[in-house]
């Protein structure tokens, strides 16, 4: 990353347990927002909870993303982090940030009932997959 998109920042292991636990919290809430048929809140929800957990792993790592244009550094990150692998995931997630960006300083725009569902299947596979690799880092840790 350059220009100084990243900061270091040491964040303990009980601090990015709580980011992950507000990602959790998120997801949650957008499955009861679906229910009730809120589907901008739900696309919303579903958006913050993989940003969240996108930022405890840039935290599990020492760093944080500066405070201007954060969204962006962060997605960023984890294309750069995870590579062509996951390139799908990014783009989809890169599409829910300017939507998301449009629903709260744009007018006009609709989030389809799919879209919402759609929303909250991406965002519980990326926290599984980051989650995943959080552990992976902490283990790789342990036996140093």
């Given amino acids: 990353m350059e220009n100084g998109e990243l900061q270091l920042k040491m964040m303990s292991q009980k601090e990015v347990d709580g980011v992950l636990a507000k990602a959790h919290k998120l997801l949650k809430a957008a499955s009861i927002l ?34 201007i244009g954060s969204h ?26 300017e939507k998301r960006n449009y629903l709260i300083y744009g007018a006009g725009i609709m989030i389809s009932k799919t879209e919402a569902l759609n929303a909250i299947s991406s965002a519980k596979d990326f926290l599984s997959m980051i989650e995943a690799e959080i552990f992976k880092k902490r283990k790789q840790k342990k036996l140093i």
């Fill in 72 to 97: 962006a550094i962060t997605i960023n990150f984890c294309e750069l982090y995870f590579g062509p692998k996951i390139k799908a995931v990014i783009n989809r997630f890169k599409r829910m940030r």
């Fill in 34 to 67: 679906i229910k009730e048929d809120v589907d901008e809140s739900t696309f919303k929800e579903a958006y913050d909870a993989m940003i969240l957990v996108s930022r405890a792993l840039i935290f599990s790592l020492g760093y944080k993303p500066r405070t």
